[in-house]
């Protein structure tokens, strides 16, 4: 399904985010929506995952069945879109460094945080902050499960990242009925997160940057999550920068970004993003070859003929 995925990317780069009532991430969101009851225990938390994401992924596994070939590339392409989003993030990230006037209003759909109520250059911090947590949650950890689950693994990690971003906090109405949306949400992104990290690291070299305190920060960021300290922490070392979220969390240690930063930090983005694809492209079709819809026939086939031959 390598062939896919390329399709997939580029209606993302050509074509941006499909109209919202065709959006499996928006059903998932919409889902879950109606039933979020505050106070609710760790077992509502459960089935809330389990009835907003399980409907809609096995709705979208049809298109494997379509004997019509054409039809079901196209529709395995737009629906594997879907699980991430370059293009949208790549623009509002720029957009917020680049248009001083409206830096706070493309900035705001980025964080939760009121963007209205800081400076400029805590408003570049929270795009930047938000560029590499979202690298992650939103790109490089759906490509990393469609290397090992395919289309399918895609999906669920894409639906499980939107229910964590639904009910996975730790306020007292929610702490326990999103406890389990969080549990695998962190999961999930546990080693796309490091591998991350460590292509924005090389990246980083190849672009003529010099991190400084790479582990240091790593180590001594306060950073909640233990996935998102590692893109954001490394974000911070490469650029020489601080990046902060007033009352959280303080992490490097040169000033806070400037727009030239921030315009550095969407090259980091680019170059990571390209170096990832390289590395799953390769990874994949040295594991199933490059077929676009029938069976694999790279190092899994040829493991299997060897153990029939045998």
């Known amino acids: 399904m390598l062939p896919i995925l390329f399709i997939a990317l580029l209606i993302d780069i050509a074509l941006g985010e499909p109209p919202l009532f065709i959006h499996p991430v928006v059903w998932v969101g919409r889902i879950s929506e109606k039933l979020i009851k ?11 995952w389990f009835v907003s ?13 379509i004997p019509i070939q054409i039809l079901q590339i196209v529709l395995l392409s737009f629906f594997l879109k879907t699980s991430f989003s370059i293009r949208m993030l790549y623009q509002l990230v720029k957009k917020s460094v680049e248009d001083k006037e409206k830096r706070r209003f493309y900035a705001q ?3 939760r945080r009121n963007v209205y109520e800081i400076d400029d250059p805590h408003v ?17 950890s759906p490509l990393f499960w469609f290397l090992l689950f395919g289309y399918p693994g895609a ?6 990242n939107t229910m964590d971003s639904m009910v996975g906090y730790t306020t007292p109405e929610l702490k326990k009925e999103g406890f389990f949306s969080a549990k695998v949400d962190t999961i999930l992104n546990y ?24 582990w240091k920060n790593l180590r001594e960021n306060k950073i909640p999550s233990i996935n998102a300290k590692y893109p954001i922490s ?7 920068v601080k990046l902060e979220k007033i009352g959280y969390y303080t992490v490097g240690d040169g000033e806070l970004p400037s727009e030239r930063d921030g315009e550095k930090a969407l090259k980091l983005f680019l170059t990571t993003l390209i170096l990832y694809l390289a590395f799953i492209s390769v990874i994949y079709y040295y ?17 299997k003929r060897e153990s029939m031959g045998n």
């Open 234 to 240: 490394f974000a911070a070392s490469i650029l020489n």
């Open 53 to 65: 994401v399980v409907p809609v992924l096995l709705f979208l596994l049809f298109p494997l069945f």
């Open 155 to 160: 999906l669920l990690q894409r639906f499980a």
């Open 287 to 303: 594991l199933y070859g490059f077929s676009f819809l029938s069976y694999p026939y790279g190092l899994i086939e040829l493991i």
């Open 38 to 48: 505050p106070y609710k225990g760790y077992l509502y938390g459960v089935l809330i």
């Open 109 to 111: 759909q980025l964080v």
């Open 191 to 214: 080693i796309p997160a490091r591998l991350t990290a460590l292509f924005m690291l090389i990246s980083a070299y190849l672009l003529g940057y010099k991190p400084r305190n790479v």
């Open 124 to 140: 570049i911090s929270a795009s930047i902050e938000s560029l590499f947590e979202s690298l992650v949650d939103g790109i490089t």
